[in-house]
Antibody, heavy 120, light 111 residues
Framework: EVQLVESGGGLVQPGGSLRLSCAASGFTFNSYEMNWVRQAPGKGLEWISYISSSGSIIYHADSVKGRLTISRDNAKNSLYLQMNSLRAEDAAVYYC?????????????WGQGTLVTVSS | DIVMTQTPLSLSVTPGQPASISCKSSQSLLHSDGKTYLYWYLQKPGQSPQLLIYEVFNRFSGVPDRFSGSGSGTDFTLKISRVEAEDVGVYYCMQSIQLWTFGQGTKVEIK
């Protein structure tokens, strides 16, 4: 079964840092492009980061550029999101999402999400 | 950036009745490869989003045939022929021709 399990969320003060992880299983991780999508409490979905299968190509949404950084470790079947200089508006559930191998590709599956709270 | 605009933002439907959600993009989603990069997702209460429709009209694996997608260019529609209780949740359209952006979501509830 294809599975994505996020971890690392929690309460952090404004200006603080956090590192989210996503453990992938049930598929050949190093063959798939991956993404992070977030959802602020009671709000809609916002794509924030993309990484190619090798990790050589990365895109970030303007809203997080320079503060949040996506990375991966294919040997560990893991995806990461390093979050620095956190702001109140970064509070959200963060989903790890696989991009399908089909072209152009769609987001499936989604992890269960990990909650990040930014508050003093 | 491509903006995705959904209407309505909420919908209350009697079971067995049809429902329709519109999604408009600020730019054409038709790619040079001939495919249109428009998707529909459903987020049921307390769950992660799940894919319903890909490339405008293709139902994803396991999606009931009461769900259908249509449209072209910048105007798209998701239709549910007969709404069931399990269809409640928030529906999102998404484009992937230029990175990825979602519509605001349409909340569907049962009357």
């Amino acid at each position: 079964e294809v599975q994505l399990v996020e971890s690392g969320g929690g309460l952090v003060q404004p200006g603080g840092s956090l590192r989210l992880s996503c453990a992938a299983s049930g598929f050949t991780f190093n063959s798939y492009e991956m993404n992070w999508v977030r959802q602020a409490p009671g709000k809609g979905l916002e794509w924030i980061s993309y990484i190619s299968s090798s990790g050589s190509i990365i895109y970030h949404a303007d809203s997080v550029k320079g503060r949040l950084t996506i990375s991966r470790d294919n040997a560990k079947n893991s995806l990461y999101l390093q979050m620095n200089s956190l702001r109140a508006e970064d509070a959200a559930v963060y989903y790890c999402v696989r991009l399908s191998s089909a072209s152009p590709g769609w987001f499936d599956p989604w992890g269960q999400g990990t909650l990040v709270t930014v508050s003093s | 950036d491509i903006v995705m605009t959904q209407t309505p933002l909420s919908l209350s439907v009697t079971p067995g009745q049809p429902a329709s959600i519109s999604c408009k993009s600020s730019q054409s989603l038709l790619h040079s490869d001939g495919k249109t990069y428009l998707y529909w997702y459903l987020q049921k209460p307390g769950q992660s989003p799940q894919l319903l429709i890909y490339e405008v009209f293709n139902r994803f694996s396991g999606v009931p045939d009461r769900f259908s997608g249509s449209g072209s260019g910048t105007d798209f529609t998701l239709k549910i022929s007969r709404v069931e209780a399990e269809d409640v949740g928030v529906y999102y359209c998404m484009q992937s021709i230029q990175l990825w952006t979602f519509g605001q979501g349409t909340k569907v509830e049962i009357k």
